[in-house]
Nanobody, 126 residues
């Protein structure tokens, strides 16, 4: 059974940084995309960043490009999201998600992901 567990959320002032971690267990497929999504109250869940298990491909939402960096440690089965220059509009619950490479849909579409973590709250104050 696949399990994704996020950690690293918290409260920070605008301009600050946080590093989220997503520890995966029970993942049996080697070719996969791992993504970070976020959802603010009253808004739809949106894709933030994704990384392929090969490490050769990453993708970012325009709103976080240049500020957030996704990375992975396959040995530890952990995906990270380094968030710098945080803004109040980054406030949301952040979710880790996983899917097989061949799953239908784009990296930023929540419906294309099969596995989800429970989420971790990020709050950025002005």
């Amino acid at each position: 059974q696949v399990q994704l567990v996020e950690s690293g959320g918290g409260s920070v002032q605008a301009g600050g940084s946080l590093r989220l971690s997503c520890a995966a267990s029970g993942v049996t497929y080697s070719s996969r995309w791992m993504g970070w999504f976020r959802q603010a109250p009253g808004k739809e869940r949106e894709g933030v960043a994704a990384i392929h298990s090969s490490g050769l491909s990453t993708a970012y939402a325009d709103s976080v490009l240049g500020r957030f960096t996704i990375s992975q440690d396959n040995g530890k089965k952990t995906v990270y999201l380094q968030m710098n220059s945080l803004k109040p509009e980054d406030t949301a619950t952040y979710y880790c998600a996983g899917r097989e490479t061949w799953a239908d849909g784009s990296w930023y579409e929540p419906s294309s992901y099969k596995y989800w973590g429970q989420g971790t709250q990020v709050t950025v104050s002005s």
